[in-house]
């Protein structure tokens, strides 16, 4: 048994519900291989095809999305606020009156890869259909098997969009999938590529849909590229999404993952920590939720896409620690740092004065490229507003971030935020103002000059200068976050 298997099996008591039919899926797998040809498993073959597809909306994290905040697995419901009103998730579950139940194949596969519900109607790009356009026949037939078959249909009426007439007419939709989504169209490798790098692909690209995070938003909320073929700018790095923001997953050593080895991503697709980072944010959603069931292989898989991915733009130089700020803390000797002080009287506690955390408990700042992005939106955010380290069967204790907002006020936040940006050898600009944390903290405004999602002082909120407009300024695919407080994981 390797290692990772030994984990897997301790930490076993606790998997709950799908994660049990997981373990079953790669059984299953197995099974299926040798039984094949076997007339006698038609039977078991439908099965399988259910555990398969229980996996596949793990990759997709289906579950994430249309369970409602304290609510019932699959069965709709969370917010996505716009600035126009609020959309809801829809029940998923096979109900014939308030789910899918009536859904034919080709209907299922209408909406997921092509953004189309049943009565033919676009669905708001916040359902990352562009994305799933990639998904194979093979993955969306199971998929469905799951979702007719292996879920329980739960009588919950979807919640009417919250958008007033004539804002919430459906048919700029349509003309928003055929100008931006890409047509669906299974994912092919490149002929001759690495079946690992190829595997890893897929995921990214297609179900996993990563880039509606990572990959910077055009005018129209559209993905600027859809895979490393479609245009520099895929998973660069998104605009801010809920006030977090995505960073790049390209290979730059300081504001990417340049200095991630492949053992590293995998890891902290799984458990949510490593060494020299800690998820927070919408990226802790996708971790409980999705990447931390899946399998090491796919995980490895993952890993090895990114890294193939070369920085964009080209890197502008490497990350060297300083040891200058960790003495200075040290010693006591910060006049003249600004922030410094608060820093050590907050912060050090955790992040250490060295900037270098305690592994896999608080996260360090020193060479972080959350902390080194060019948007200081996210970070302010955690100091603001705190952070939960959610647990995950790899890691299961939960290990919070004060939120400081009531013990700092914004001009020390400020300060606090351009100390960490400058220490320790991070070399991000120190541009955080008193007044930007007060709009931050009172009305939700992000900080900085966006791209994509809140891009410009343009008011996209209404169709406007580009009509159909249904997206754009504000606009979220984001559902609410829920890390923790829900069972349906
Ligand atoms: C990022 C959030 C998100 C994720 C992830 C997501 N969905 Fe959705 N989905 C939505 C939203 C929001 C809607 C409703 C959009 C609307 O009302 O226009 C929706 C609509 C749908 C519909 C149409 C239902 C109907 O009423 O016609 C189906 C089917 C669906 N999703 C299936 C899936 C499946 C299967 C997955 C996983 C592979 C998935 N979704 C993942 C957000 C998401
Ligand atoms: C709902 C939006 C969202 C989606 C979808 C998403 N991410 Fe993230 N991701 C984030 C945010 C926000 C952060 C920054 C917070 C953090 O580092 O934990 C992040 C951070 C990361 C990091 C750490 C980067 C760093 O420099 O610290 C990695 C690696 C990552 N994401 C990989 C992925 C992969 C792989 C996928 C697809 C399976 C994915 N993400 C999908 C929002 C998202
Ligand atoms: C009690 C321990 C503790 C204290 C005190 C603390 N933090 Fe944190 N910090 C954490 C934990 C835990 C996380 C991970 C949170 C998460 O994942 O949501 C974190 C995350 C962060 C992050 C995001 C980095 C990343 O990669 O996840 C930043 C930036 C940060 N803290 C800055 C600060 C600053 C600035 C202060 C002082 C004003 C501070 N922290 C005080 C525990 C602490």
Redesign the pocket.
């Known amino acids: 048994m390797t290692s990772s298997e030994q984990k897997r099996r301790g930490g076993e008591t606790m998997i709950k519900g799908l994660k049990a039919a997981l373990g079953a899926a790669t059984l299953g797998l197995l099974a299926g291989t040798a039984l094949g040809a076997s007339p006698a498993a038609a039977q078991s073959t439908d099965s399988d095809l259910v555990t398969r597809g229980a996996y596949i909306a793990r990759l997709g994290d289906c579950v994430a999305c249309h369970t409602g905040l304290h609510g019932q697995t699959f069965a709709g419901g969370l917010e996505i606020k716009t600035p126009v009103g609020t959309i809801y998730s829809t029940n998923i579950t096979p109900s014939k009156q308030n789910g899918i139940g009536n859904y034919t194949l080709q209907d299922f596969d209408n909406a997921v890869r092509r953004g189309i519900r049943k009565d033919g109607s676009y669905l708001y790009p916040a359902m990352p259909y562009p994305s799933f356009a990639r998904m194979t026949d093979d993955d969306i037939k199971a998929l469905y098997a799951y979702f007719m078959q292996g879920v329980p249909a739960i009588e919950q009426p979807d919640k009417p969009v919250d958008i007033s007439w004539p804002l919430s007419m459906r048919w700029p939709l349509g003309l928003w999938a055929k100008m931006f989504a890409p047509a669906a169209k299974a994912f092919t490798p490149a002929p001759g590529s690495d079946p690992v790098v190829a595997r890893g692909e897929y995921l990214v690209t297609g179900p996993g849909h990563c880039g509606a995070c990572h990959t910077p938003r055009g005018f129209s909320m559209q993905e600027k590229a859809y895979d490393g073929a479609g245009g520099a700018e895929f998973l660069a790095g998104g605009g801010v999404i809920d006030n977090w923001i995505a960073p790049s997953l390209r290979d730059d050593p300081v504001v990417g993952l340049g200095r991630w080895t492949e053992d590293d991503l995998v890891q902290f697709l799984r458990s ?1 920590r490593i060494d020299h ?5 919408g990226m ?1 959603d996708v971790v409980a939720w999705s990447t931390q069931y899946w399998t090491e292989d796919d995980l490895r898989a993952t890993a090895r896409y990114l890294k193939s991915l070369p920085p964009v733009p080209k890197a502008k130089g490497d990350y060297t620690y300083d040891a200058s700020t960790a003495e200075a803390l040290d010693s006591g000797k910060t006049a003249g740092m600004t922030g410094a002080d ?2 050590i009287e ?2 050090a ?3 250490r004065n060295d900037g270098g955390g305690v592994a896999r ?5 020193a060479g ?1 490229p ?2 080194a992005t060019d948007d200081p939106t ?2 302010a955010h ?2 603001v507003a ?5 647990p995950t069967n790899w890691a299961p204790s939960a ?4 939120a ?1 907002h009531k013990l ?1 006020n914004d001009q020390q ?1 400020a300060d ?2 351009n100390f ?1 940006r400058t220490s320790w050898g991070n070399k991000a600009p120190a541009n955080v103002t008193a007044a930007g944390i007060t709009k931050l903290r009172t009305s939700n405004q992000p900080l900085g000059t966006q791209r994509g999602w809140t891009a410009s002082s343009t008011n996209y909120s209404s169709w406007g200068l580009f009509p159909p407009q249904p997206y754009g300024n504000g606009w979220s695919f984001a559902p609410q976050t829920h890390t923790g407080v829900d069972e349906a994981k």
């Open positions: 949510g980072s800690a998820v927070f944010g802790a608060i820093y907050q912060c506690i955790c992040h408990m608080f996260p360090p700042l972080n959350v902390v996210s970070l955690v100091v705190g952070g939960v380290l959610p290990i919070a971030m004060p400081y700092l936040v606090v935020v960490i």
